[in-house]
């Protein structure tokens, strides 16, 4: 068990109200750093990236390691199928979630998944990206960082617009890769 088990949790309450992004990192902005756990015990920062390759970040909506949010489901998977797309551009991926260290070791595990997964049970990272939060959970969102530390894209998720395509994220990061 969890603090975050069961899909009504101290999470679902900080997040219920649905509210949007109140401050989004623009477009040409320095990306703001962060420093969160991934799951394999290493901790990873932002900004040890700069200067070496461009980043995507993927912030996903998954309440609890069994019960995803029906958008970002397919979108984890379409991320895992075209990894090596996007490491053949010479980007790194880097998958953002809620959930905490025990449901994220579960979910890497159970999907299988090849790319830096990292845990922000307390949602601090979606905040400081804007990401917004709705019904439980914060929403997913997508950031490509360039090689300098500035965001040259980013898509915040809608019910109009869900999360953005994998061919969209590569198309957007053709620009910034060596393999352009």
Same mark, same amino acid.
């Given at each position: 068990? /969890?603090?975050? /088990?069961? =899909? *009504?949790?101290?999470? *679902? &309450?900080?997040?219920?109200? %649905?509210l949007p992004g109140f401050t989004v990192p623009s477009v040409g902005d320095l &990306?703001?750093?962060?420093?969160? #756990? @991934?799951?394999?015990?290493?901790? $990873?920062? =932002?900004?040890?990236?700069?200067?070496? @390759?461009?980043?995507? =970040?993927?912030? !996903?909506?998954i309440f609890t390691e069994k019960?995803?949010? #029906?958008?970002?489901? #397919?979108?984890i998977k379409e991320l895992k199928d075209?990894?090596?797309?996007?490491?053949d551009q010479g980007a790194e991926l880097l998958m953002i979630s809620s959930t905490d260290s025990i449901q994220s070791q579960e979910i890497v !595990?159970?999907?299988? $998944?090849?790319? %830096?997964?990292? *845990?922000? #049970?307390?949602?601090? !990272? *979606?905040? +400081?990206?804007?990401a917004g939060q709705a019904l439980g959970a %914060? +929403? %997913?969102a997508q950031f490509i960082i360039n090689q300098e530390g500035r965001i040259t894209y980013r898509h915040l998720f809608s019910f109009i617009d869900g999360n953005a395509s994998t061919d969209q994220i590569l198309t957007q990061l053709k620009p910034l890769t060596h393999n352009s």
């Open positions: 068990m /969890t603090s975050n /088990t069961g =899909l *009504f949790n101290q999470r *679902f &309450a900080k997040n219920f109200i %649905p &990306a703001p750093d962060f420093s969160l #756990p @991934q799951i394999g015990g290493k901790t $990873l920062k =932002l900004s040890d990236y700069r200067g070496k @390759q461009p980043v995507i =970040l993927a912030f !996903t909506r019960l995803f949010c #029906p958008y970002c489901y #397919p979108h075209r990894y090596q797309d996007i490491r !595990t159970e999907l299988n $998944l090849p790319y %830096p997964f990292l *845990f922000d #049970p307390e949602c601090k !990272t *979606f905040r +400081l990206y804007g %914060p +929403l %997913p």
